[in-house]
């Protein structure tokens, strides 16, 4: 993982630093309540996030520090609680499924192209009343556009799974 906010403060532990977790037995997953959807779930039963195995880059998580020992230049904290919050993603549209109110991104960054393995798409399932933030309105985008979008993601079989109410349209005015 990489640090990119911390509370409380950890000795020897900062913003932008390298920092090996390591997930204790029993250890609680969550997932952000706000994000969850209409009724506080979505339908979609096969996005899981329970154990390690559910863990992916590119994922925004928050978890619970234990002890944090240091050997050399590496930081290892364990952790009793792990929390999966809301990622931001920018892409291509790939394809648009408006039937499933689907639609997949490609042309990624290299945080995910330069993962071991490769993540080169990503599905993004959009939830009832989602917000388009570029003043449309709503609806699917655009074959070949490109968009940001803002939500869940999953360690999906297959391709990675993004289930979203927020997507912003990047245009080149």
Same mark, same amino acid.
Not at 86 to 113: E, N
């Given at each position: 993982?990489?640090?990119?906010?911390?509370?409380?403060?950890?000795?020897?532990?900062?913003?932008?630093?390298?920092?090996?977790?390591?997930?204790?037995?029993?250890?609680?997953?969550?997932?952000?309540?706000?994000?969850?959807?209409?009724?506080?779930?979505?339908?979609?039963?096969?996005?899981?996030?329970?154990?390690?195995?559910?863990?992916?880059?590119?994922?925004?998580?928050?978890?619970?520090p234990?002890?944090?020992?240091?050997?050399?230049?590496?930081?290892?904290?364990?952790?009793?609680?792990v929390?999966?919050?809301?990622?931001?993603?920018?892409?291509?549209v790939?394809?648009?499924?408006?039937?499933? /109110? &689907?639609?997949?991104?490609? !042309? %990624?960054s290299?945080?995910?192209? $330069? +993962?071991?393995?490769? @993540? *080169?798409?990503?599905?993004?399932?959009?939830?009832?009343?989602?917000?388009?933030?570029?003043?449309?309105?709503?609806?699917?985008?655009?074959?070949? /556009? &490109?968009?940001?979008?803002? !939500? %869940?993601?999953?360690?999906?079989? $297959? +391709?990675?799974?993004? @289930? *979203?109410?927020?997507?912003?349209?990047?245009?080149?005015?």
């Amino acid at each position: 993982m990489v640090v990119f906010n911390e509370e409380p403060a950890i000795a020897g532990v900062s913003e932008g630093s390298p920092l090996v977790v390591t997930i204790q037995n029993g250890a609680m997953f969550q997932v952000a309540q706000e994000e969850m959807g209409e009724n506080g779930s979505f339908s979609d039963a096969s996005l899981r996030f329970a154990t390690g195995a559910d863990l992916l880059v590119g994922q925004d998580v928050q978890i619970r520090p234990g002890t944090a020992p240091t050997s050399g230049s590496v930081t290892t904290v364990t952790t009793d609680l792990v929390r999966l919050w809301p990622s931001q993603i920018t892409g291509t549209v790939g394809s648009v499924d408006t039937s499933a /109110g &689907t639609f997949t991104l490609t !042309g %990624l960054s290299p945080l995910f192209t $330069g +993962a071991m393995p490769a @993540v *080169t798409t990503i599905t993004v399932e959009t939830l009832s009343g989602m917000l388009v933030m570029d003043g449309s309105g709503s609806g699917l985008p655009a074959v070949s /556009g &490109t968009v940001s979008v803002k !939500g %869940l993601l999953f360690n999906t079989s $297959g +391709a990675p799974t993004l @289930v *979203t109410r927020r997507m912003r349209e990047q245009h080149n005015d």
